[in-house]
């Protein structure tokens, strides 16, 4: 882009023109032809899933309908015809009923279960974890409500007791066995558990990977041996009050319970070896940072989270293995391709290795009466196709568009094995890379994320399986059950009222619409060095519309009065940004320069504030803004577990690849490495935004001896 307005005569002419194309290219191509190409890849995947559902219940119509008995449709409800599910409605369809009588009584009652709510076929534990599932978001002292309640949503329950007898010592009746019961059930003591995660995973990141004997460290050992020993405890307590793995509801049947039981297992196991060189040592200590998911178990919105993920992951596993296939395939054709062909030469005279030998001169910053010398080196590109794994690695990072192009030119560049480039050799080869960025980076990955979405749909409605209403419907009844009257003020006094009704009425709207529009021209007219005239121009403008939304202030206030003026929250958002414009007049004029303890750009931030003042203007506008607002309601878990990642993957980095040598010449250096926590999480997000350059710093080949005889990378390469 930057070269087309170069070409037509740079940012000052007509140049800046050119630019235009290469956004319209971009928005149109990376932004809706995708996302149009994935909405159709989401809604053929949902018609596929539809079509398998419906085969699979024909198939087990056509195996059990001579029978009559035990027919079951997707969601594992059973069908019409049985005495036993029509005594399950029956009684569901009564306890409805009961909920919405309940609901016209005048005070507060308690809705309690009944234990034949279900009928008395309770005894067996078939039928135990059926009605657990249908009661799953029931409580004992849950109230009646104007809607059912969702999964999500629904208070926790607690995990019976098991009527089997604990490490064939502590039977149901025993008191410590129901003392500990009562114990870990007990709300403080989560809260006690959850803090001491929050806490030992925190001091994983407080670590110092370079030194592992300095005091702090020595310091953190000990609280991690408290906290290991309070996990033991909490351990020995749940498996006292659930037993161990041989009955229903035992603590091992549980997989959130084994991973707790490993990385306790873990840290205790690592208190038993005092040497740190020991790699099954290190490898214990890097599991430590499984710590913080324990805290999953105890939040149930994260929870619920993880669960969808994780049927989202068991579902697409024939997309994964697909790709997989497809990557491995390309890789084979790229080593039979490119294998041996990506060595360069750093001087371009040179072609083969034989002659890439002694000195040649190089002149420094291009400048000729700067020679130098320099030693000639035939390196072999950092990403090539020598093998298979490595061939998988480059094509990885072809897939995330990071620097793909310098790969498309070596290769079409590559002549021979063990030989230099020559330029513009085999232009042919680009097809390679074309028809694999085709599927792989736009097919194939637009597949998988439509196919995680599918399955985060499915997953949202069987919250709602057990309900006669479908997902869209309860919503709707949802929103019309919140749904209040919007109270109007009207005021009574004459002239009070031809104010209220200027200020309410559509010219005025517009009239503002406008003059904010107008002044977002204005805020984006200025420039560098720009003269003492122009500027004196905007500073006047901007006490004009200071002036404007000022007025409007005035009459709105006059109209509404204080209390329902300020009631509304886009009220006192104008009143913050009036106030804030005359604080930036009033400050601008007192001190000019701005050389004080509260710098003058500061309060020219409420004149770009201004701009939010449109999100409140238009219907259309406000749709948008409640829409996107509505969106982020649902992020908190999702965030969440995204931080959680990215905290084990930077404490990893830490405990991994702390120890390697900062050197200017590779990816690893003073502003990109893992020595600390901020800067690992940091070097992470680069690496999720596609910066894949520090897989090769971070490779043990290169760096196995830079951290023992601290030789640079420029020295390995001359080996």
Known sequence: MYTGIRAYGGVASVGILACIYFIILFICGNYILLNVFLAI????????????????????????GDDGEGLKEKDGTEMPGTGDEDAVDDDYHNNTDDA???????????????DDAYGESKDTEDEDEEEEEDLEFEDDELKPAARPRRLSEAPKKQKPLPKASSFFIFSSTNRFRLFCYKLINHSIFGNVILCCILISSAMLAAEDPLYEKSEKNIILSKFDIFFTTVFTIEICLKMISFGFVLHTGAFCRSAFNLLDLLVVCVSLIAFFFSSGAISVVKILRVLRVLRPLRAINRAKGLKHVVQCVIVAVKTIGNIVLVTCLLQFMFAVIGVQLFKGKMHT?????????????????????????????????????????????????????????EGWPQMLYLSI??????????????????????????????????????FVIVTFQNEGEQEYKNCELDKNQRNCIEFALKAKPVRRYIPKNRLQYKVWWLVTSQPFEYVIFVLILINTITLAMKFHKQPDLYTKALDIMNMIFTAVFALEFVLKLAAFRFKNYFGDAWNVFDFIIVLGSFIDIVYSEVNPSGKNL?????????????????????????????????????????????????????????????????????????????????????????????????????????FKNAIVQKWSFRELQKL
């Open 598 to 702: 509260i710098s003058i750009n500061f309060f020219r931030l409420f004149r770009v504030m201004r701009l939010v003042k449109l999100l409140s203007r238009g219907e259309g506008i406000r749709t948008l803004l409640w829409t996107f607002v509505k969106s982020f309601q649902a992020l908190p878990y999702v965030a969440l577990l995204i931080v959680m990642l990215f905290f084990i993957y930077a404490v990893i980095g830490m405990q991994v690849f702390g120890k390697i040598k900062l050197d200017s010449d590779t990816e690893i250096h003073r502003n990109n490495n893992f020595q600390t926590f901020p800067q690992a999480v940091l070097v992470l997000f680069r690496s999720a935004t596609g910066k894949c350059q520090i897989f090769r710093a971070t490779a043990p080949l290169e």
């Open 100 to 114: 919405a009588e309940s609901e016209e009584m005048e005070g507060d009652t308690s809705y309690q279960l009944q």
């Open 413 to 450: 560049d590559s002549h021979a094995e063990e030989e230099g480039p020559k330029h513009n050799f085999r232009p042919f080869v680009a097809v390679y890379y074309i028809i694999y960025i085709i599927i792989i980076a736009f097919f194939m990955v637009n597949i998988f994320v439509g």
């Open 345 to 401: 030469c750093n001087d371009p005279s040179k072609l083969t290795g034989a002659e890439c030998q002694g000195y040649f001169i190089k002149y420094k910053n291009g400048d000729i009466y700067r020679p130098m010398w320099e030693k000639r080196n035939f390196t072999n590109n950092d990403f090539n196709f020598d093998t298979v794994g490595k061939a998988m690695l480059t094509l990885f990072a072809v897939s995330t568009f």
């Open 41 to 64: 890849a989401v809604d053929n995947l949902a018609d596929a899933e539809s079509l398998t559902a419906i085969e699979k219940e024909g198939d087990g119509q056509e195996g059990e």
